[in-house]
T-cell receptor, first 111, second 115 residues
Framework: KNQVEQSPQSLIILEGKNCTLQ??????????LRWYKQDTGRGPVSLTI?????NTKSNGRYTATLDADTKQSSLHITASQLSDSASYIC??????????FGKGTMLLVSP | DAGVTQSPTHLIKTRGQQVTLRCSPK?????VSWYQQALGQGPQFIFQ???????QRGNFPDRFSGHQFPNYSSELNVNALLLGDSALYLC??????????????FGPGTRLTVL
């Protein structure tokens, strides 16, 4: 069964600090992995997308890594801002046919 | 350039009723996917429409149906509403023929509450 597990479930950090969110997946065959940011009550917004051959990708203060051998990904947020408070969702695609979503990590950046 | 738009923003229905949600894709996009997101959960894929036909479908009962119009906009219909249908319904649009493999842009969602 295809599964995407994210950790931690929730996280509180101080403004200006860095943090790393984790995503482990058991999906086959793997096509790509995406990280989305979802503000409360809003639709997800794509941050990064990585294929099998990519092991890191950045989008401003967001850097995603992918280890296809261990089936793990991480999203690192640098110099956090209050606006980073949101849910971060890891999504893995199999071939071109199935998207499997994680439950998300709820991040709260505190002043 | 307007992104993906959805209407209504919020909706309250009672059990057994029927509901129609609407979605207009991002300009230039021809594919619309619908997702259900329960509180505290990740989105679950309902179905995808391309060229006015349902191309793929997730594990949802036949109470969930949809339609795509020639202008690529789409509707999601849910019949015989259950309390468990309460969720945020997300529409995502994309361009191309790769189905869910295309980059999807999400709308703000419609919050459905079933009482």
């Amino acid at each position: 069964k295809n599964q995407v597990e994210q950790s931690p479930q929730s996280l509180i950090i101080l403004e200006g600090k860095n943090c790393t969110l984790q995503c482990n997946y058991t999906v086959s065959p793997f096509s790509n992995l995406r990280w989305y940011k979802q503000d409360t009550g809003r639709g997800p917004v794509s941050l990064t997308i990585m294929t099998f051959s990519e092991n890191t990708k950045s989008n401003g203060r967001y850097t995603a890594t992918l280890d296809a051998d261990t089936k793990q990904s991480s999203l690192h947020i640098t110099a956090s801002q209050l606006s980073d408070s949101a849910s971060y969702i890891c999504v893995v695609m199999t071939g071109y046919s199935t998207l499997t979503f994680g439950k998300g990590t709820m991040l709260l950046v505190s002043p | 350039d307007a992104g993906v738009t959805q209407s209504p923003t919020h909706l309250i229905k009672t059990r057994g009723q029927q509901v129609t949600l609407r979605c207009s894709p991002k300009s230039g996009h021809d594919t619309v996917s619908w997702y259900q997101q329960a509180l505290g959960q990740g989105p679950q894929f309902i179905f995808q429409y391309y060229e006015e036909e349902e191309r793929q479908r997730g594990n949802f009962p036949d109470r969930f149906s949809g339609h795509q119009f020639p202008n690529y906009s789409s509707e999601l219909n849910v019949n015989a509403l259950l309390l468990g249908d309460s969720a945020l319904y997300l529409c995502a649009s994309s361009r191309g023929r790769r189905g869910l493999g295309d980059t999807q842009y999400f709308g703000p969602g419609t919050r459905l509450t079933v009482l």
